[in-house]
């Protein structure tokens, strides 16, 4: 069974920067997509940003131009970079990886980001 390890989460302010980091515990030549998911307190878990394997991304429109998703096929890695966060960011970011018939492998167990105001 392969675990999703994450790491980055943290405390900013407003406007400040913040990168997110996901790998797999061992190389699964399944998964297709890998991305973020967040949820924040009180809201569904929501999409965030993925990839697919072939370069093919995907961002929520509140997130873009402000996120950059990038991964790593040959080492099962996927990393966020998040520039310009605001408050409405605050939320438990989870890495998340699929086949590419959308059947979830795994999930990471979460990280807190938290933007300050």
């Known amino acids: 069974q392969v675990q999703l390890v994450e790491s980055g989460g943290g405390l900013v302010q407003a406007g400040e920067s913040l990168r997110l980091y996901c790998a797999a515990s061992?190389?699964?030549?399944?998964?297709?997509?890998m991305g973020w998911y967040r949820q924040a307190p009180g809201k569904q878990r929501e999409l965030v940003a993925v990839?697919?394997?072939?370069?093919?991304?995907n961002y929520a429109d509140s997130v873009k131009g402000r996120f950059t998703i990038s991964r790593d096929n040959a080492k099962n890695t996927v990393w966020l970079q998040m520039n310009s966060l605001k408050p409405e960011d605050t939320a438990v970011y989870y890495c998340?990886?699929?086949?590419?018939?959308?059947?979830?492998?795994?999930w990471g167990q979460g990280t807190q980001v938290t933007v300050s105001s």
């Open positions: 998340n990886a699929k086949t590419g018939a959308g059947r979830d492998i795994a």
């Open positions: 061992r190389i699964i030549f399944s998964i297709n997509t």
């Open positions: 990839a697919t394997s072939g370069g093919t991304t």
